[in-house]
């Protein structure tokens, strides 16, 4: 099996791993990485349970390959909260029960942080657009976009105090 070096910059941090060629990032992320947060689901890119952020942006990480990734800023669920205070996000989903199995909640996380980055105070619509690729088999999709709604709210007041 052939094996490449990869330099990649994960939620901050410089790391390098020794990794099979045709191993796609999300692969890497959990088995050579240690971050279990970024869900293995259809690897099709279907699903949307992989996502992770690259330069801000979503992507599948069943479908990327890490070498793709070298030298840009990988942000994997575990990125998100700031030490042990969660993210905004993270606390509206738990707060309104967002997630019955919580599989599916670490892509929809992301997602949603990309789209706050971009859009302070997104419309439904806009929440919907930018979860497209996220599926949920549990608890539909309403207090999903309601936490999302009530994270930017929140980050739309801390901003105004800062």
Same mark, same amino acid.
């Given at each position: 099996?052939?094996?490449?070096?990869?330099?990649?910059?994960?939620?901050?941090?410089?790391?390098?791993?020794?990794?099979?060629? *045709?191993? !796609?990032? =999300?692969?890497? $992320?959990?088995?050579?990485?240690? $971050? @279990?947060?970024?869900?293995?689901?259809?690897?099709? #890119?279907?699903? #949307? !349970?992989?996502?992770? =952020?690259?330069?801000?942006? @979503?992507?599948?990480?069943? $479908?990327?390959?890490?070498?793709?990734?070298?030298?840009?800023?990988? !942000? !994997?669920?575990?990125?998100?909260?700031?030490?042990?205070?969660? *993210? @905004?996000? %993270? %606390?509206?989903?738990?707060?309104?029960?967002?997630? %019955?199995?919580?599989?599916?909640?670490?892509?929809? $996380?992301?997602?949603?942080?990309?789209?706050?980055?971009?859009?302070?105070?997104?419309?439904? %619509?806009?929440?919907?657009?930018?979860?497209?690729?996220?599926?949920?088999?549990?608890?539909?999709?309403?207090?999903?976009?309601?936490?999302?709604?009530?994270?930017?709210?929140?980050?739309?007041?801390?901003?105004?105090?800062?």
């Amino acid at each position: 099996m052939t094996k490449t070096r990869i330099k990649l910059r994960v939620n901050g941090e410089d790391r390098e791993v020794l990794a099979p060629v *045709h191993h !796609t990032l =999300l692969e890497v $992320l959990r088995e050579e990485l240690g $971050l @279990p947060g970024t869900k293995h689901g259809c690897e099709l #890119g279907e699903c #949307g !349970t992989c996502t992770v =952020l690259v330069d801000g942006r @979503p992507i599948l990480s069943c $479908l990327a390959l890490p070498v793709e990734c070298e030298g840009r800023e990988i !942000t !994997t669920v575990e990125g998100l909260a700031d030490g042990a205070a969660l *993210h @905004p996000l %993270q %606390q509206a989903f738990a707060e309104l029960g967002s997630a %019955q199995c919580g599989y599916c909640i670490p892509g929809f $996380l992301l997602s949603a942080a990309a789209l706050l980055r971009e859009r302070r105070r997104p419309t439904r %619509q806009e929440i919907a657009e930018a979860t497209a690729g996220n599926l949920c088999r549990c608890t539909g999709y309403l207090k999903i976009f309601e936490a999302i709604e009530l994270a930017a709210e929140r980050m739309e007041k801390e901003a105004v105090r800062d």
